[in-house]
């Protein structure tokens, strides 16, 4: 990954120079549809001009609605929260990227956006609105299975091991298609092979093929071929990169930033690694042990990262300019479920300034969602304007050539009021 990184800041910080001053986050959200971010960029290692067409989806992307959100798996310790409070929402044809450390709970908040959590899991509260469509949370298994690959199409985690093992692909093709009553199988048949053509893959061969046959990087692009088959307007992609060789994950970008453009879509992209997200995204959330900890568009985010935990990610990411060991892998181990703070706030454990001032509301009160000093992105902490004023340690102020500056040109995302309330209840 660290190649992928290097090109990542090499890029970025050539372009810091002249990148335009990060915006506030309550820059009001376009009216029209902001340009997807894809279109505008320019990428010098995941170009996709060498990429054949793919086929366009013309309809106009959702925006889909989080609110407080909270998911709890039912243990021997009794049910606890994997996810709460959470409140976001993902702006229409946008890439909104979702970060956290293994464990943060980003694979639960992926599942509960298809209202697909497994028991022992259990959704305990929140609504998840896609628009045009309703609240997912509230829909019932037939509802459900036609919203699912439907209009929100679905990458797993480890998507690369989760074909049918015993079936061509073709034949899993037209399965889905007989799933979801799709009148026209060999058009179906028809588009999947288009998607797959537009990803650079041998169409004919992979329909003939067994998931065996096929290497890690065509078997993402199968994934997500299948999560685009039934032309969904909403993709969520759970760690599309993860386990794949630096070219191919840089290749796997590259498909994911222009399936996002052609088809048109709202997609949020699920990743532990913060460097992925500056790559590609136009709005990140930062999650750690189940809590939204700070949200904002990913060109502020990054230049301006106001909780200490999103500092934390920012400056163990390998970098190309100043001190080679400048990378410091970020201290502690995230929380379990059973070790999850109940109540207080869910970082202090590896907070440096818990750690340093002991401040007792720290440990009693819920940090809430709220506007950053600078007012560039919402953070959850008690003493943002304290860490703000002693300095910022992570973003271009100090650390030129780390910080993307040329990521996306959308607006900021984190508009006021969407995502405050991102309340986290004890
Ligand atoms: N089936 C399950 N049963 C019990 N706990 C689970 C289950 N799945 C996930 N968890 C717990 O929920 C938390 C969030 O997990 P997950 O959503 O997979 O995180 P991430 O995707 O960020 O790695 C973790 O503490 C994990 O151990
Ligand atoms: S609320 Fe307190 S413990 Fe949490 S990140 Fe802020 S300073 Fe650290
Ligand atoms: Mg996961």
């Known amino acids: 990954m660290t190649s992928l990184f290097t090109g990542l800041f090499a890029k970025h910080s050539v372009q810091s120079e002249t990148a335009p001053a990060p ?26 001009s060498h990429m054949p067409s793919l086929p366009q ?73 896609v628009e045009g469509v309703g609240d997912v949370l509230g829909f019932g298994d037939r509802e ?16 690369q091991d989760s074909l049918n093992p015993l079936e061509r692909i073709g034949k899993q093709v037209l399965d889905l298609g007989r799933s979801h009553h799709v009148s026209d199988l060999r058009q179906l048949l028809h ?7 537009g990803m650079g893959l041998p169409a004919e061969r992979i329909l003939a093929s067994y998931q065996h046959e096929l290497s890690g990087g065509m078997r993402q692009r199968v994934g997500i071929a299948f ?22 994950q840089a290749n796997i970008l590259s498909i994911i930033r222009e399936v996002h453009r052609t088809q048109g879509l709202t997609t949020l992209l699920v990743t532990h690694d913060i460097g992925v997200v500056a790559d590609i995204a136009d709005h990140i959330a930062v999650l750690y042990g189940g809590r939204l900890v700070e949200v904002g568009g990913t060109i502020e985010l990054l230049r301006h990262p106001c909780h200490p935990y999103t500092r934390g990610l920012i400056r ?12 410091q892998p970020l201290a502690g181990r995230p ?49 943002a304007e304290k860490i703000d004023a002693e300095g910022n340690t992570a973003g271009t102020d100090s650390g030129k050539g780390v910080v993307a500056a040329g990521a996306p040109n959308t607006p900021a995302a984190a508009g006021k009021g969407s995502q405050e309330g991102n309340a986290i209840h004890d």
């Open 144 to 159: 459900l299975r036609e919203v699912r690959a439907a209009t929100i199409g679905y990458v797993f985690q480890a998507a």
């Open 57 to 129: 989806r013309r309809a106009e992307p959702p925006r889909v609605t989080i609110r407080d959100l909270a998911v709890a798996y039912k243990v021997n310790q009794g049910l606890l929260p994997a996810v709460e409070g959470v409140t976001l929402t993902l702006e229409p044809g946008t890439i909104t990227g979702l970060v956290g450390e293994s464990g943060s709970g980003k694979s639960t908040l992926a599942m509960a956006l298809l209202n697909a959590v497994q028991p022992p899991g259990q959704i305990t509260h929140g609504s998840v609105e």
């Open 23 to 48: 915006q506030p986050a309550s820059t009001p959200k376009a009216a029209s549809l902001p340009e997807p971010a894809s279109a505008s960029r320019t990428s010098s290692h995941t170009s996709s």
């Open 191 to 197: 588009s999947f092979s288009a998607l797959l053509s």
């Open 335 to 383: 929380p379990t479920l059973a070790t999850l703070p109940r109540k207080g706030c869910v970082f202090r454990d590896r907070c440096p300034i818990f750690q340093r001032d002991h401040a007792a509301i720290c440990a009693e009160q819920t940090p809430q969602m709220r506007r950053s000093p600078d007012g560039s992105t919402f953070v959850a902490c008690h003493f």
């Open 316 to 327: 163990a990411l390998p970098r190309l300019t100043g001190d080679i060991d400048a990378a």
């Open 227 to 248: 999560a685009l088959a039934l032309q969904p307007s909403v993709l969520v992609l759970d760690e599309p990169t993860t386990a794949l060789d630096m070219i191919t």
